[in-house]
Nanobody
Framework: QVHLVESGGGLVQAGGSLRLSCVAS????????MGWYRQAPGKQREFLARITSGSFTNYANSVKGRFTISRDNAKNTVYLQMNSLQPEDTAVYYC???????????????WGQGTQVTVSS
């Protein structure tokens, strides 16, 4: 069993910051990449950022320069530092990890349950 648990969401005023965390636990052989998505009400899930095991990163244009993804491989944890938040950033934020649960298994995506981020104007 693999579990991803996000934390750090909440209510913040426009212009404020939040730092999200996501911990992967359970039977994990290796993690290829970890990332963040979000889904606002009535909208499709949107890619935000991804980081590989070698710390290569890529970002969606909508958050580039405002959000920073980082990773602690020893703790199987990924972070998302979000600055200059705006009301349009309001959404449920999801963590994803592409990992092998065992050496004999192919990599698969595992998702967290999400954490709510609400930005007030």
């Amino acid at each position: 069993q693999v579990h991803l648990v996000e934390s750090g969401g909440g209510l913040v005023q426009a212009g404020g910051s939040l730092r999200l965390s996501c911990v992967a636990s359970g039977t994990i052989f290796s993690i290829n990449f970890m990332g963040w998505y979000r889904q606002a009400p009535g909208k499709q899930r949107e890619f935000l950022a991804r980081i590989t095991s070698g710390s290569f990163t890529n970002y969606a244009n909508s958050v580039k320069g405002r959000f920073t993804i980082s990773r602690d491989n020893a703790k199987n944890t990924v972070y998302l530092q979000m600055n200059s938040l705006q009301p349009e950033d309001t959404a449920v934020y999801y963590c994803v990890a592409n990992l092998r649960a065992a050496i004999a298994l192919p990599p698969n995506d595992y998702w967290g349950q999400g954490t709510q981020v609400t930005v007030s104007s």
